[in-house]
């Protein structure tokens, strides 16, 4: 049986992209850290690739077994690990997301369509971040339900108190007789986790009080599930798993970026609603599989 090596930045997200992609090949492996060694070792793996240059002086890792068939990394702190550790173990290399900056020379590369990705045989452009969805039963819907997924502010995006709390006023009002099942995450500030506990919801997850993750309980059970606009990970677990209906909730944001590209590029396609105060019906599914079904390694 064939066994991957995955290399994680311990960014859960992009974790979550390398487990996916051996889950649906249903194929062994194993997991550990890496990280640049220096500050500066970063940027040094950019010459270095251009170069030709494969060393593991530039970042650490610690590997038990050395046999693997391939070796599977997510985001930039991962890309130059990912092609050292394959020429040493004579592995296939694969990146979960386009590795820019550095040379596009993996065996295999999953590019999502927001970075518009060039045309080569190696790279298979797909339209989300890979999800692999399993519930875990921590919640349990006892009639027609809802769910809420709450993030919070990141680089690009800015929640704004007042505008969710808009938004959940106009939620509830169109959902009267449904239980409400909401959650925050680990970026949602305490401004924002109080609000949400004022409101007393049928179900609801703190996560600072309570680091659980009911996002796959709520996808396989509720009629729609309301995401707030600031992770492409929970969204494209929204549009991979269940029967779902999809609502991306938008936040404030200075300008076009490729959050925004992505969630309106879904939208077109139909997997998902950009709540403009109405609720439409969207719940068309990405069907990753699919896109592994010519891949060989």
């Not at 930039?76 to 820019?100: F, G």
């Not at 401004?191 to 996002?215: C, H, K, R, T, W």
């Not at 990970?233 to 944001?253: C, D, F, H, K, Q």
């Amino acid at each position: 049986m064939k066994r991957a090596l995955i290399l994680s930045d311990d960014r859960m997200g992009h974790l979550n992209q390398s487990l996916a992609f051996v889950k649906y090949l249903d194929i062994s492996y194993d997991v550990v850290s890496v990280k640049f060694r220096f500050r500066w070792a970063k940027a040094l793996s950019y010459l270095f690739d251009r170069m030709g240059i494969y060393t593991q002086m530039l970042f650490d890792v610690q590997i038990s077994n050395e046999k693997y068939d391939v070796i599977v990394g997510t985001g930039s702190a991962t890309s130059y690990a990912t092609k050292v550790l394959a020429k040493k173990l004579k592995a296939k290399s694969v990146a979960m997301m386009l590795p820019r900056g550095y040379r596009y020379d993996f065996d295999l590369i999953f590019a999502q369509s927001h970075d518009t990705p060039s045309k080569q045989h190696n790279i298979i452009e797909v339209p989300a971040n890979f999800s692999y969805v399993e519930p875990k039963g921590v919640y349990q819907a006892k009639k027609s339900a809802i769910g809420i997924v709450v993030g919070g502010d990141n680089a690009l995006f800015t929640m704004s108190k007042q505008r969710l709390q808009s938004q959940l006023e106009s939620i509830v009002k169109a959902y009267e007789g449904y239980e409400i099942a909401i959650t925050t995450s680990p970026r949602t500030s305490d401004e924002v986790e109080a609000l949400v506990e004022s409101y007393g919801f049928d179900y609801q997850v703190i996560f600072s009080q309570n680091p659980i993750n009911p996002i796959p309980d709520f996808l396989e059970q509720c009629e729609s599930v309301f995401i707030t606009g600031d992770s492409t990970s929970m969204i494209s677990e929204a549009v991979s798993y269940g029967r779902s209906n999809v609502v991306v909730l938008p936040l404030e944001s200075k300008e076009a970026n490729k959050f925004t590209r992505f969630v309106e590029r879904l939208e077109h396609e139909g997997y998902l609603h950009i709540f403009d105060g109405t609720v439409q019906k969207r719940n068309r599914k990405i069907d990753f599989k699919a896109y592994l079904k010519e891949v060989d390694l």
